[in-house]
C-alpha cells in the first residue's frame, strides 16, 4: 500500500498499514531547494522543484502544497511583511480591505500556488498523498476584520466564503486529495468566533466540504490547543473528515479518549509531533507509536505540530521516518 492509499483510507477510517506522516513543510523546501521562499513562492518552476526536492528527500507520506496563511488576506487587500529567506510573510494591515467579491486571479501568488499543485499532482500524486492548504473561513475573516468587525461583518463572512470556495474548486479540480483548513491561527479563541456567528460560519463550511467530497477529497480541519470535549459539537456542526489537532501533548489516556471519538463520530484525528523539541518530539511520539502498537486505531494520523523548522536537522527528520516505518 502506498502513501496516498494509506492516507486516503486513514480519512476513510479504514486504514490497516502504518499511520501515515504528513509534514507541514514550507520554509524548509525552500531552504532544501536553496530558493529564497519569497522568490520560491513567485516561481512555479522554482516552487514545484522545492516541494518535490523536499519530498523526495524526506519521504513523508502527504506533500501539502504551502503553509501560509495571508495569501487570501492578501487578495482582499491587506499588506504583508516578508523577514527572513525561509520565513512565511506576515499581515501588517488590512486597513485597506474593500467589502467586494474578489477572485484567485487578482492575487500574484495565488495562480503560481495552483499551477504548482498541478505540477505536483502529476509528478508525484500516484505515490503521494497531495494536500492543499488554506486559511479557514473563521481565521481569513478574524485576519481580515481584526477586532473592528462592525455591521458588516456577516457581508465579511460571506465574501470570504466566495473566495475560498472559487479556490476549493480549482484545486480540487487538479485532483488533490485533500483541503487542510487552518483554524490553528485563532488557538484557543476558535470555538468562540465559531458559535458566535455559527450560522453564517456553518453554512460556509457546508458549501466547502460538499464541494470537496463531491470531488471525492477530503476535507480536514487544523485547530490548536482546543479542548478536547468540542470535538464532539465541532463534528455535530462542521462534519469534517478529519480534524489536525496542534498544540496537544497527549497521554495515553487522551489517546484512548480520541480513539472513542474518532470511533463513534467517525472522524480522523491528525496527533501532533513537536518537530522543533527533539526530546518532547521523541516523548510524543514513543507514546503515540506505543498506543497504536497495541490499539487498532485506524483513524489516527502523525501531523507536525506548526510547520516545520526550516533550520531543522534533517537528519533528525530521517531517524523519526524510519522509526515510523520501523526500518
Given at each position: 500500500m502506498n502513501s496516498k492509499v494509506a492516507f486516503r483510507n486513514t480519512l476513510k477510517l479504514t486504514n490497516t498499514d502504518r499511520p501515515?506522516?504528513?509534514?507541514?513543510?514550507?520554509?524548509?523546501a525552500a531552504k532544501i531547494s536553496q530558493f529564497p521562499l519569497q522568490?520560491?513562492?513567485?516561481?512555479?518552476?522554482?516552487?514545484?522543484?522545492?516541494?518535490?526536492?523536499?519530498?523526495?528527500?524526506?519521504?513523508y507520506d502527504g506533500i501539502v502544497n504551502n503553509f501560509d496563511a495571508t495569501m487570501e488576506a492578501e487578495t482582499f487587500g491587506c499588506e504583508l511583511e516578508w523577514s527572513g529567506d525561509y520565513v512565511a510573510p506576515r499581515t501588517t494591515s488590512c486597513s485597506q480591505f474593500e467589502l467586494r467579491e474578489v477572485n484567485p486571479e487578482e492575487s500574484s501568488r495565488i495562480p503560481i500556488l495552483?499551477?504548482?499543485?498541478?505540477?505536483?499532482?502529476m509528478s508525484q500524486g500516484k505515490e503521494a498523498a497531495v494536500i492543499a492548504v488554506l486559511t479557514g473561513p473563521c481565521s481569513l475573516v478574524k485576519t481580515i476584520t481584526g477586532d473592528e468587525e462592525g455591521e458588516n461583518i456577516e457581508n465579511v463572512i460571506s465574501l470570504a466564503g466566495k473566495l475560498l470556495t472559487k479556490l476549493t474548486k480549482s484545486l480540487c479540480e487538479l485532483k488533490i486529495d485533500a483541503v487542510f483548513f487552518r483554524e490553528d491561527l485563532l488557538g484557543t479563541e476558535y470555538p468562540a468566533e465559531l458559535l458566535l456567528r455559527n450560522k453564517a460560519y456553518a453554512a460556509v463550511y457546508a458549501t466547502l466540504f460538499n464541494l470537496i467530497k463531491y470531488y471525492n477529497c477530503y476535507p480536514v480541519l487544523i485547530v490548536k490547543d482546543i479542548e478536547f470535549d468540542f470535538l464532539t459539537n465541532l463534528q455535530s456542526m462542521l462534519g469534517p473528515s478529519g480534524v489536525g489537532l496542534l498544540g496537544k501533548k497527549v497521554s495515553d489516556d487522551d489517546l484512548a479518549h480520541l480513539k472513542k471519538l474518532s470511533d463513534s463520530l467517525k472522524v480522523s484525528f491528525g496527533l501532533p509531533l513537536p518537530m522543533g523539541n527533539q526530546p518532547e518530539l521523541?516523548?510524543?511520539?514513543?507514546t503515540i507509536s506505543n498506543f497504536m502498537s497495541k490499539n487498532n486505531s485506524p483513524g489516527f494520523f502523525y501531523v507536525s505540530d506548526g510547520e516545520v523548522p526550516y533550520d531543522m536537522p534533517l537528519e533528525i527528520i530521517h531517524d523519526?521516518?524510519?522509526?515510523?516505518r520501523n526500518v
Open positions: 501515515v506522516f504528513v509534514p507541514f513543510v514550507y520554509g524548509l522568490e520560491m513562492a513567485s516561481n512555479a518552476t522554482y516552487y514545484t522543484h522545492s516541494l518535490e526536492d523536499a519530498y523526495k528527500l524526506l519521504q495552483l499551477e504548482t499543485t498541478k505540477r505536483v499532482v521523541l516523548e510524543q511520539f514513543t523519526l521516518i524510519a522509526k515510523m
